[in-house]
């Protein structure tokens, strides 16, 4: 759920949308304008436009918004099977962009419009943008009380000032209301039904999409699922576990790789050399856990080796980053989908042990731990809270997720799947890194059969794992 970092390149552009191919599937538009298509500054072989929608949904006729769309038109009309609604989490990166990258196999452009909506406070859909403010921010990991509440002051602060530039859309931007809108797109484009694909923090809008709207969806998948079930203790100590089984297959493969900076030597006791040595650094241990934590994400296990080295030789390499405005719209996205919120130092410690118990290696997660002590100090509860899965209404839609997944841990996919048994296949990625559809051409080939064809993955079914 939380940073995306760009693990896909995405091309700049927009998408065209080819008003429902068979009228029977279309339903009249009711409120929602049809969206005025122009080709896409930045990619003319794709159509970019927007939509108004109410900021607040239950209050249809007050201030409205507009949203970036993007589609690119099926290119193959003829054999057209509708709209294929996508998004590539964050929260933070650009659905309209996405829509219109070189992910998706040529089957898949041929039948499909693809259309992006910029989630709101993303991209071009209002963008929240408050890193400036984050100036002289306290550590994360505070010792005692005094540093908790140098955080919470500074979160306070923080949340104060980036609401009042924001405006309205920061208390409007929880993934219910993204559904809402990803509805309303549905109706402008005439479409009775939708096929969706979404990746990481995007699978939080799917899953929201297919409890308000099952009836709506033709086909679903879910790539590297973040359980929106869970509480504060699953979300952190389940990320930990997962970083720490990350770890633990690099050095298995550094062990069976000559050409890994580390290979011969104790992986695990060249880690710790490296952290003792990073505390003597400007940049400090933590940078060094985040930046290993970035390299495990692809992985890029021969840049996570290099770092290690390096770091007990000189300065560590710098931090890799995230979506541009990860830090900004996680305040008004994941702290209003998840219970996030550590009332004191005495529940930080419970929960800091919690994580260090699961993840002894990597000291936790760092997008899990980052997320939870973001929220820290948020005065009101989430308005749209984690719940058990309800997808009655829903066709099956598919589950995908990497055993060793260091970001949505593959543990939230099997969950996701025993709360929703009748209405989910999972499929299985027996390797690593975070986003499992392009890593081979078993998961290509599940994900797109399913989505042509709409025959789900047997119970059990997997993918065997590829070298990175």
């Known amino acids: ?44 072989e794709g159509e970019c436009g927007t939509l108004r929608v109410p900021l607040d949904w239950n209050r249809p006729k007050g201030q409205g918004i507009d949203l970036a769309v993007a589609r690119h038109p099926a290119t193959d009309p003829a054999r057209r099977l509708g709209v294929l609604m996508v998004d590539p989490g964050g929260p933070g990166g650009s659905a309209a962009e996405f829509a219109l990258s070189g992910l998706f196999s040529a089957e898949i452009r041929a039948r499909f419009d693809i259309v992006g909506i910029d989630s709101r406070g993303t991209g071009n859909s209002l963008a929240i943008h408050c890193g400036d403010l984050m100036t002289d921010q306290p550590t994360s990991y505070p010792a005692d009380e005094t540093g908790f509440t140098a955080l919470l002051r500074y979160n306070q602060r923080v949340l104060e000032e980036c609401r009042e530039r924001s405006g309205p859309i920061f208390d409007h931007a929880d993934s219910g209301l993204v559904a809402q809108d990803m509805d309303a797109v549905r109706r402008a484009l005439g479409e009775r039904k939708i096929s969706y694909f979404g990746l990481s923090y995007g699978t939080v809008f799917g899953q929201q999409y297919a409890e308000k709207f099952g009836d709506r969806i033709r086909a679903m998948v879910l790539d590297s699922v973040v359980d929106h ?37 104790d992986v695990f006791a060249a880690w710790e050399t490296a952290l003792v040595r990073a505390d003597g650094q400007p940049l400090g241990r933590q940078r060094l856990i985040d930046s290993v934590y970035g390299s495990l994400r692809g992985p890029d296990w021969a840049g996570t080796a290099d770092l290690i080295a390096t770091t007990i030789t000189q300065d560590p390499l710098s931090v890799r980053s995230f979506e541009p405005n990860y830090q900004s719209v996680r305040l008004a996205t994941v702290c209003q989908d998840f219970s996030l ?12 042990a919690e994580e260090l118990r699961r993840s002894p290696l990597m000291r936790g997660s760092f997008i899990g731990h980052d997320e939870a002590t973001a929220c820290v100090g948020v005065p009101w509860p989430p308005a749209n809270p984690p719940h058990r899965l309800d997808i009655r209404d829903a066709p099956k839609i598919l589950v995908l997720n990497a055993r060793h997944d260091p970001v949505t841990p593959y543990a939230w996919a099997a969950d996701v799947h025993r709360q929703a048994p009748r209405h989910t296949a999972l499929l299985t990625y027996e390797g690593w890194g975070h986003v499992a559809y392009p890593r081979s051409a078993c998961t290509r080939g599940g994900v797109d059969d399913y989505l042509l064809t709409l025959t789900a993955p047997a119970e059990g079914a997997s993918c065997p794992a590829v070298e990175p």
């Open 1 to 44: 759920m939380r940073p995306i970092k760009r693990t896909l390149a995405a091309l700049m552009t927009g998408t065209t949308l080819v008003i429902g191919a068979d009228a029977a599937n279309a339903e009249p538009i009711g409120p929602e304008p049809a969206i005025a298509w122009a080709p896409c500054p930045e990619n003319p």
């Open 229 to 265: 079930s869970v509480d504060t203790k699953r979300f952190i100590g389940e990320r930990a576990a997962a970083a720490d089984d990350s770890f633990a297959e690099f050095a298995r493969w550094c062990d069976r790789t000559v050409s890994c900076a580390l290979h011969g030597q």
């Open 341 to 352: 919120r550590i009332k004191n130092f005495q529940e930080y410690s419970r929960l800091r």
